[in-house]
């Protein structure tokens, strides 16, 4: 009985620490809101929904499925950051450095990417319906769904 108990329990114990692991650095979400500043961070599905990080220094800095929907990000540094599955919803990432960032299947809907430089950045999948690209630098990006969008220039 109490191996079968055991090996019932092991998904289930596997499962929650690998949940625990995924999850944002809390030290690290702290230091961010407070300096603005958090290169080559682990911001893993990071609770940051609204947060005030204009100019922010997110260099390399792993944002995969974080929750940044209505976040101010205007002119924040995010160069070569991972941003996939990334909630970018109505975001403000005017004038934003996204060159070389990995965006796959992040969600930029309604998001004002007016300025934004994204050079060479991994749009697979990527959702820009009723985004602001007014001005964005899309040369040597790849992928990404602009229907819907505006201000896209062919970019290739």
């Known amino acids: 009985m109490k191996k079968l108990i055991i090996l019932l329990l092991i998904p289930f114990m596997v499962g929650l620490l690998s949940h625990l692991t995924l999850a944002a650095n809390n030290s690290q979400v702290k230091k961010l809101k407070r300096t603005k500043k958090c290169i080559k961070c682990d911001l893993r599905r ?3 929904n609204g947060a005030r990080l204009v100019r922010a220094k997110l260099r390399k800095a792993n944002l995969s499925r974080a929750k940044l929907r209505g976040a101010r990000l205007r002119r924040a540094d995010l160069r070569g950051a991972n941003l996939t599955r990334t909630d970018l919803r109505r975001a403000n990432l005017r004038s934003a450095r996204l060159r070389k960032a990995i965006l796959i299947k992040a969600d930029f809907r309604r998001a004002n990417l007016r300025g934004a430089d ?3 950045a991994n749009l697979q999948g990527a959702k820009f319906r009723g985004a ?3 001005g964005a630098k899309l040369k040597g990006a790849k992928g990404g769904n602009f229907k819907g969008a505006r201000g896209v220039r062919k970019y290739r």
């Open 46 to 48: 990071a609770k940051l």
């Open 118 to 120: 994204l050079r060479g």
């Open 132 to 134: 602001n690209l007014k």
